[in-house]
Each structure stands twice: as structure tokens, then as C-alpha cells.
């Protein structure tokens, strides 16, 4: 008689439940679902009550102390030193090959009895296996007896550090759902490319020090990144895995330059995807259109806008001077409040017109595309005294809100605002003595320390006056290390707006 141990090679599955075939070769050693564990071979015509007689005496020599052995040593070695996340040897992949990241592993799982699924869940749900592509609960194959009367309960293994621990600490719960303990078994699991999310395979993929990319912009269909010069190699591999995992995306683009200083926008190059730069994007409850490629839009800047709309009561006048393609304007017209919105770019003001139309607004508005200095100067200025006259006639006090939000140079207009109503006589100044000034939300970036302290002496710089005591400074983010975005708050006075000496300082101003 001949004995080949297979077992260490290929046994891959725990069971308590053995049994025996016979053939006739011999006998066959099977346990759930792996049959080539252990094969006695009969040389000898022995009779059949011999030959169990010497099957089972064999069983009780080698099956038990062989299957010790696998399982407390290889497999539990296997199990306690394997990890769920992507193959090492895909590190430092710069063109994706997704067939690079299949992988075996080792998870736990259990059969639940259909009826009492649902207990098992409440109680196990923190456990189960969570990974994108794979049911934590899962059919038993079909050619398996228990196929039509269990449930395959699938564990994550970082959760699960020992069998014998789990059986321990969880053996209330199988015993409430009527679970057999020597169920729990160790199932060999192929994972790929499509079981990891992007942070997982961009983390695998980078050098070590970096942890995945730092982040990206989502603008309807487009991922706008910002990619370090330090892992630009990898940008085509970073572009095709967002491409693949996030499902909204339909165009990857990196920034090549900083932003144009006079329409806010950039060059781009796409990663992946098509160059398909119009797109839809909703910013609270509220959708816009675009060109990407054309405007300026930053998706993080969507809590500031709703902190400023969300002063703003029906009737209010809004002027915005910077308005882009409507962040302010938009949700503040459908307020019901009077608006004048305008953007040099007339790309912006482009997609300005067809976002108060697609959000249906039907409020009092008017739009302009001019220089932002020539539009205070003109339309802030008109409009303000018109509507002064209108507090006389209509006998109540309106508020009004001027917008200035282009951070990088808001600050440079603000000497428009001197003097704005210099060539009014004295006996008109007197009339409109009581009338409420407007406030400014002029927004600005700052690399100094005291970010507060620098932004005040940029505006006041331009003013040629003090803010002050009124003003207010708010931290708005922070866009990149070192270098903050805030927005100054402020009532100008009127002795600057009515100042006769303006014209000789606004000639020394430069942009």
C-alpha cells in the first residue's frame, strides 16, 4: 500500500468533515470542495471489510495529525501574513495592466441557513467583507447540497485574525441563528484589477512616499487634477484608473499652468477619457453649464457661495463684478433679488445668459461683459444712485451688496470705489446723507503669516483709506501650502466715496 500526501500542497479549505470514496484506484480523501488532499492507492486484492478496516486505521494515523499540521502551520501562516490590498510588484507601473493585479487570497466565510439570514446580517454586518465587484453574501454553488438551504457569508480577514477567536467570540450569534460552527472555512478568493477602488490601486502604483494623488476636482463629467511634478511619469496611469473607477467621469484633465490672471481660466492637457469640455454640473440645488476649457469654476468654493447668498433677503441689490458663470448671481436672482452681474470673459458671460435660463430664473436682472473697474465705475455707481432716488419714493431703507470675487486682484479695483461720487454737488451729497452704503465682499489670497493682517493692508493700500472699525475678515480656505483665500467685509465710508481728490490718486494706481 502506497500513500501520496497531497495535502500540504493543495489543501486550501478547512473542514471538520471528512469522508472517504472508494474507486478503483482506492480511496479518495475529500472535504469541501477539495478533493486532492490525500489518496490512499491499494495494491493488494484485499477484501472490502479489510480494506475499510485499513482506510479507517489510516485515518486515524495520518488524516488528523496531517491536517494539524496544515492547519495551524501553512495555511494559518498564509492567512495571518496576507494583506487585501493590490500585488506589490505593481509599483512603480507607469502603463496600466490590469491583468498585473490579480491576486489569491484566503477569507473567512461561513454558511448561514436561509431562514435566519436576516438575524445574521443585523449581528455580522460590521464583519462582512466590503470591496467593490463582491457579495458579501454569496449563492453556495449550485452543484453544492446546501445550494437551494444556505447563504455564503463572506468575512474581511483584517477583521477576522483567528478562526478559533471568532468561534469564541461569536458564539452567541451561531447559536441564535442555528450556524455549525465547523461551517466556518477559509475560501480561496481571486481578486482583480475591478475589486479596488482608486485609492487603492493609485496607492499601490505611486512610490511609497506618495499616498495616492492629493486630490481632485469633479465638474459634471470632468476630473480636474493638479498633478505634482514628483509623479507626473505616472499621470497617464493615475488618469485611465479615475477614468475606470469613478463612474460619473467621462473626461481626466491635469492643469499645465497657473490660472490666467484675466479670465480665470487654464491650459489643460486630457489624461483619459474624451476632450469633451461642456459640461453640467449642480451646486446647491442649483444646475450650471459650461466650458470648462473657457471659464473659471472651482466645485469647492460651493459652502461660500451659500454662506453669502444666504444673507440676502428678497428685494436686495446685488451688484457682482467678477460674476463668472453665476455662483452668486444666479441663486441670488432667484431670490428675488435685483441683480447686476457682469465678467470681462465673454465666455463666461456667455454661460451667464444661459444659466439664469436653464435655472428659470424670472427676477429682476440685467448682465454686462466689461472690465471690472469700468463696470463700477458706470453701472455700480448709476445704479446705486438710482436706487437711492428709489428709497426716497418708496419711503424704506434697501441693502445693497457689492460682490468682487477675483481673489488673485479683487483688491486693485478697490480704488474705484474713491471718489465714486465725487462730481455730485454738495446740496445732492446732503440728500443722500441717510442712505445705506453699500458692503463690499472683496475676496483675496494671501502668502503672509498673519493672513488677516495682510489682506486688511492690501485693501486698505488700494482704498487709500482705512477699512474701519466695522470691517470684517473671514478665513475662506486654504488652495494650496502657504497660501490662504479670505473675504473682506466692509462698509466704504463716504467721505471716501464723496473724496473730490480721487482723480489725482486713481492716476497713480496701477493694475
Known amino acids: 500500500m502506497q500513500v501520496q500526501n497531497l495535502g500540504s500542497e493543495v489543501g486550501y479549505e478547512l473542514s471538520r468533515k471528512w469522508g472517504y470514496e472508494l ?41 488528523f495529525p496531517l491536517f ?40 473567512p466565510g461561513l454558511r448561514v441557513p436561509n431562514q435566519q439570514t436576516g438575524i445574521a446580517v443585523g449581528k455580522l454586518k460590521n464583519m462582512l467583507l466590503k470591496m467593490p465587484g463582491i457579495k458579501a453574501i454569496a449563492e453556495v454553488s449550485e452543484d453544492d447540497p446546501e445550494h437551494h438551504t444556505h447563504k455564503l457569508f463572506l468575512f474581511d480577514p483584517e477583521k477576522i485574525k483567528s478562526i478559533e477567536l471568532f468561534l469564541k467570540e461569536r458564539e452567541d450569534v451561531l447559536n441564535s441563528c442555528s450556524i455549525n460552527k465547523e461551517s466556518v472555512q477559509l475560501y480561496e478568493l481571486e481578486l482583480e484589477y475591478k475589486n479596488w477602488t482608486h485609492h ?81 454640473t449642480k451646486e446647491n440645488g442649483l444646475s ?44 441670488a436672482a432667484k431670490k428675488k433679488c435685483t441683480v447686476y452681474a457682469n465678467d470681462l470673459n465673454p465666455h ?75 462730481n455730485y454737488n454738495s446740496e445732492q451729497r446732503e440728500k443722500w446723507s441717510s442712505y445705506s452704503e453699500p458692503e463690499i465682499y472683496c475676496y483675496a489670497f494671501t502668502k503672509a503669516e498673519d493672513g488677516e493682517k495682510d489682506v486688511v493692508e492690501q485693501a486698505e493700500k488700494y482704498l487709500g483709506a482705512p477699512l474701519g472699525n466695522e470691517h470684517v475678515v473671514r478665513f475662506v480656505r486654504q488652495v494650496a501650502p502657504n497660501k490662504d483665500m479670505f473675504c473682506i467685509m466692509f462698509r466704504p465710508s463716504r467721505e471716501l466715496l464723496f473724496d473730490s481728490t480721487s482723480s489725482q490718486q486713481l492716476a497713480g494706481m496701477t493694475l
Open 348 to 422: 463666461s458671460y456667455h454661460w451667464l445668459e444661459e444659466n439664469l435660463t436653464l435655472n428659470k430664473v424670472k427676477g429682476d436682472y440685467r448682465i454686462y461683459n466689461m472690465d471690472g473697474r469700468e463696470f463700477i465705475r458706470t453701472v455700480v455707481k448709476d445704479k446705486l444712485v438710482y436706487h437711492w432716488s428709489q428709497e426716497v419714493q418708496c419711503d424704506r431703507m434697501m441693502r445693497y451688496h457689492i460682490i468682487m470675487n477675483l481673489p488673485a486682484m479683487a483688491v486693485q479695483f478697490l480704488d474705484a470705489f474713491r471718489g465714486l461720487f465725487a
Open 68 to 107: 494539524s499540521v496544515i492547519n495551524s502551520n501553512r495555511i494559518r501562516s498564509m492567512y495571518a501574513n496576507q494583506t487585501l490590498k493590490p500585488p506589490e510588484d505593481v509599483r512603480g507601473m507607469k502603463i496600466l495592466d490590469v491583468n498585473a493585479f490579480r491576486k489569491l487570497v484566503l477569507i
Open 288 to 331: 450650471y453649464k459650461l466650458d470648462f476649457s473657457k471659464v473659471y469654476w472651482n466645485p469647492r468654493l460651493g459652502t461660500e457661495h451659500q454662506r453669502v447668498v444666504s444673507l440676502l433677503q428678497p428685494q436686495d441689490i446685488v451688484l457682482d463684478v467678477f460674476a463668472g458663470i453665476g455662483p452668486f448671481a444666479v441663486p
Open 23 to 63: 474507486s478503483q484506484t482506492g480511496y479518495e480523501l475529500s472535504c469541501s470542495g477539495q478533493s486532492r488532499v490525500l489518496q490512499v492507492d491499494c495494491k493488494h486484492n484485499d477484501g472490502q471489510e479489510a480494506r475499510n478496516a485499513i482506510f479507517i486505521s489510516l485515518v486515524k494515523k495520518l488524516l
Open 200 to 280: 487603492d490601486v493609485l496607492r499601490a502604483v505611486l512610490p511609497k512616499q506618495y499616498d495616492g494623488v492629493a486630490g481632485f476636482s469633479s465638474v459634471g463629467h470632468i476630473l480636474h487634477l493638479n498633478i505634482r511634478n514628483e509623479i507626473m511619469d505616472y499621470k497617464h496611469v493615475i488618469g485611465k484608473v479615475l477614468l475606470d473607477k469613478i463612474p460619473t467621469a467621462r473626461t481626466v484633465v491635469n492643469k499645465l499652468d497657473v490660472i490666467d490672471s484675466t479670465f480665470r481660466n487654464f491650459e489643460m492637457e486630457v489624461l483619459a477619457g474624451d476632450g469633451d469640455f461642456v459640461t453640467l
